[in-house]
């Protein structure tokens, strides 16, 4: 069993929900955190950067009630950078024009490409893609954090569980203030999307189902789609996977996903400190 299952939770408490109705009382807990943090937090809106993937597309239909409640904006940015396809784009600018009060598609590929001749021995191998793809993340979330100290408020985190455990994000990136489903499966994600289809008006529920039915991809020009860099077929796969690895199958420590798990702990330890009795020790 890993720590990290044990830390705040059982192995129980991580089957995976597939039932878009198992997904209420999780989404009805999840609005309901989001707005007690704001309340608390005396935040004046949301900030969020939306992709034309299911996530973003998600937190956006998550966190429009939220909003509305508490009397604030939800503030949506479609950020993108020379890699981004059309119909991504087309997808983002729905979900934001359906769900955000502000919203505004930005593309970033003038300042990403004075940036880009600054970058030291790019070539056309894997290595150089990742370091692109990092700095186009980065320069997104320079928007998005902006925005948030512009307008009082705070950045949403689109990450999932599954991206989690693989690393599938990028260090002061792919990040953000408050992650309302860091703890849902993938497989998750696309079951309280369905849930939520039955409490939004016709041009919300298309915006949103085009997300669900795509190809996820983070636009960064790495490879076709994610499940491309993961190696696996499906979702539903990495999730099961998981789910067994931590359930003690041994079998999967060589799989690729178990060694992208390992590998990227230093992701989520980040940052690392060295703790202040360690250093005063008089060892």
């Not at 935040?43 to 937190?59: K, N, R, T, W, Y």
């Not at 508490?70 to 997808?91: V, Y």
């Not at 009082?152 to 989690?164: A, C, H, K």
């Not at 076709?224 to 539903?236: A, F």
Request: aromatic share 8%; proline share 3%; glycine share 6%.
């Amino acid at each position: 069993m890993n720590e990290l299952f044990l830390r705040n939770n059982t192995l129980a408490q991580f089957v995976i929900r597939e039932k878009p109705e198992e997904m209420a009382p999780v989404i009805r807990r999840m609005r309901d955190l989001t707005a007690e943090y704001v309340r608390n937090a005396h935040l004046q809106s949301l900030v969020l950067g939306i992709s034309g993937g299911v996530d973003s597309a998600f937190a956006a239909a998550l966190l429009r009630p939220v909003c509305v409640r508490l009397g604030i904006p939800l503030i949506g940015r479609s950020i993108t950078i020379e890699t981004n396809k059309k119909e991504e784009i087309d997808r983002s600018i729905a979900v934001g024009e359906a769900f955000c009060n502000q919203f505004e598609h930005v593309d970033l590929t003038g300042l990403y490409l004075r940036h880009k001749e600054l970058m030291p021995d790019l070539h056309e191998d894997m290595l150089s893609k990742l370091r692109m793809g990092n700095c186009k993340a980065r320069l997104r979330m320079i928007t998005l954090y902006d925005l948030a100290q512009q307008h009082g408020g705070m950045v949403i985190s689109t990450d999932n569980f599954t991206e989690y455990l693989t690393g599938f994000w990028t260090l002061h990136g792919d990040v953000g203030d408050f992650a309302p489903f860091i703890h849902l499966w993938k497989t998750e994600v696309y079951a309280a999307c369905r849930y939520l289809y039955s409490e939004l008006s016709e041009s919300q529920r298309k915006a949103l189902a085009a997300c669900v039915e795509a190809v996820p991809t983070d636009g960064l020009g790495i490879s076709k789609s994610d499940l491309e860099q993961l190696g696996v077929p499906t979702y539903e796969e990495v999730d099961r996977l998981f789910w067994a690895y931590f359930n003690g199958d041994e079998s999967l420590k060589e799989h690729v996903l178990i060694r992208r798990y390992l590998r990227s702990e230093y992701k989520r330890r980040n940052p690392v400190m060295i703790e202040r009795n360690v250093l005063l020790s008089s060892d």
